[in-house]
C-alpha cells in the first residue's frame, strides 16, 4: 500500500551533513522537498554560504514557498519569525534526511503534533 503524501505540498529541511542539524543555526544546506501526487519527492538544495538568521531563512522559506520547516534545536527568534509568516514549525528532529523524508510522508510528525494538539486543549 503506498503511503498518500501529506497536507503540505513543500518542505524544508535544516541540514548539517545530510542529517538534520542539531541547532538551527549551524544549518550548512536546507532542503526544500515538493511532494506531487503519486510522484517521488523532488528535493532541492540550497547551501548557506553563511550563517543562518531568522531573516535569511524566511527569505528562502518564502521563495521555495514552503509551508512547514523540519529542524532541531531552534531559538526563539526563528520560532516567532516562523510563526509570524505562518509557516509550521516541526522541531526536535533528529536523523538522516532520508530517513526524515520518509517519516513526513508516513504522516508521523502530523500525527504527533495532532496528538500534542489534543492535550493541549483538554
Known amino acids: ?11 524544508a529541511i535544516c541540514s548539517l551533513n545530510k542529517r538534520v542539524s542539531p541547532l ?16 517521488r519527492p523532488e528535493i532541492q538544495t540550497i547551501h548557506m554560504s553563511s550563517r543562518l538568521t531568522p531573516s535569511i531563512l524566511m527569505d528562502i522559506l518564502k521563495n521555495q514557498n514552503a509551508k512547514a520547516l523540519i529542524c532541531g534545536g531552534i531559538k526563539e527568534e526563528f ?24 517519516t513526513y510522508i508516513n504522516g508521523n510528525f502530523v500525527q504527533k503534533a495532532n496528538k500534542l494538539k489534543q492535550l493541549d486543549t483538554k
Open 1 to 11: 500500500m503506498q503511503a498518500a503524501y501529506i497536507l503540505t505540498a513543500m518542505i
Open 24 to 39: 538551527i543555526h549551524h544549518t550548512k544546506e536546507i532542503y526544500v522537498v515538493s511532494f506531487k501526487r503519486k510522484k
Open 79 to 102: 520560532r516567532e519569525a516562523l510563526k509570524d509568516n505562518n509557516i509550521e514549525c516541526i522541531d526536535n528532529v533528529i536523523g538522516d534526511i532520508d530517513d526524515v523524508i520518509k
